[in-house]
């Protein structure tokens, strides 16, 4: 089974608009991390923001927002007011045991491509 | 403090030769992560090395490929005999513990 789950290959938003990507996940351990990263046409992976499982509070960085619904094991990616420059492939991933088990292998979803246009 | 160094940055290599990928870590980091890339797919866990050691290997191909993290200089990811399927994008992170930092990949050809 698929560990990390993004349904969308594509999405097109306009600008200053916000923009949802899915993400769903599926675990049995109970500590766990998931991550957003964004990758430009430029290839690198940018770290745009974490989740812990047992983080009380959806996590937030600047125009970037985790809508985490455990239950559902859903951690979709909020980007608000798209700018031009948010047009990449956008990467889920998750870790399996907590933060500081000195073991941060990562496993991905196949992404979902982000198109803004003017 | 530089981040995670990787070069080449594009390398292509005729089928059959070998690749040599290289990546430092960002300094004092003892943790370094390899992962693949394939055309329109996410990155896939290669192998996980701290100094000396490789810790997890499961997401290695069994033939061709290797990889070191020597006492002194960077991490290799060694290709042998290298094949079409091989081109992509590779990736190396480091971390001290936790959380990884990426570098920025290396794009390898196959010819």
């Known amino acids: 089974a698929q560990k990390i789950t993004q349904t969308q290959p594509g999405m097109f938003v306009q600008e200053k608009e916000a923009v949802t990507l899915d993400c769903t996940y599926d675990?049995?351990?109970?500590?766990?991390?998931l991550f957003w990263y964004k990758q430009p046409s430029s290839g690198e992976m940018i770290f745009l923001i974490y989740?812990?499982?047992?983080?009380?509070q959806n996590a937030t960085e600047g125009r970037y927002s985790l809508n985490f619904q455990k239950a559902r094991k859903s951690a979709n990616l909020v980007i608000s007011a798209s700018q031009l420059g948010d047009s990449a492939m956008y990467f889920c991933?998750?870790?399996?045991?907590?933060?500081?088990?000195?073991?941060?292998?990562?496993?991905f979803g196949k992404g979902t491509m982000l198109l803004v246009s003017p | 403090n530089a981040g995670v160094m990787q070069n080449p940055r594009h390398l292509v290599r005729r089928r059959g030769q070998e690749a040599r990928l290289r990546c430092s870590p960002m300094k004092g980091h003892s943790h370094v992560y390899w992962y693949r890339q394939l055309p329109e797919e996410g990155l896939k866990f290669m192998v996980y090395?701290?100094?000396?050691?490789?810790?997890?290997e499961s997401g290695m191909p069994k033939e061709r490929f290797s990889a070191e993290f020597p006492k002194e200089g960077p991490s290799i990811l060694r290709i042998q005999q290298v094949v079409r399927g091989d081109s992509a994008a590779y990736f190396c992170a480091s971390s001290p513990e936790g959380e990884a930092f990426f570098g920025q990949g290396t794009r390898l050809t196959v010819v």
């Open positions: 989740q812990g499982s047992y983080d009380q």
């Open positions: 090395l701290q100094k000396e050691n490789i810790i997890d």
């Open positions: 991933a998750m870790r399996e045991g907590g933060m500081n088990s000195g073991y941060s292998t990562l496993t």
């Open positions: 675990t049995s351990d109970p500590s766990y991390g």
